[in-house]
Nanobody, 124 residues
């Protein structure tokens, strides 16, 4: 059973940056597809970014060029660097892990394990 714990959320002004981290226990992240999702109040959980076992990546169109997902296999962590943040990106951000054989990286159902989430608030 993989357990995921996110950290790094907080309050930032519009245009600022945050770096989220996801630490895993109970499993080796390098064999999973790792994803980041976010959920704002009253909205559905939406895909942000994902990284595969071969370090290939996928981003939501809304974050391309501003967010970067990466993994550190030695530390069993996955990170999300978020730059030029916007107020509408205020949400709880979740880390997720799914079997590498599932290819629909942008879908919630691809992922079996989820963290508890970390709050990101972007002020205008």
């Amino acid at each position: 059973q993989v357990q995921l714990v996110e950290s790094g959320g907080g309050l930032v002004q519009a245009g600022g940056s945050l770096r989220l981290s996801c630490a895993a226990s109970g499993g080796t992240l390098r064999i999973y597809t790792m994803g980041w999702f976010r959920q704002a109040p009253g909205k559905e959980r939406e895909f942000v970014a994902a990284i595969g076992w071969s370090d290939s990546t996928l981003y939501a169109d809304s974050v391309k060029g501003r967010f970067t997902i990466s993994r550190d296999n030695t530390k069993n962590t996955v990170n999300l660097q978020m730059n030029t943040l916007k107020p509408e990106e205020t949400a709880v951000y979740y880390c997720a892990a799914g079997p590498y054989i599932r290819t629909a990286w942008g879908e919630v159902k691809t992922y079996d394990y989820w963290g508890q989430g970390t709050q990101v608030t972007v002020s205008s």
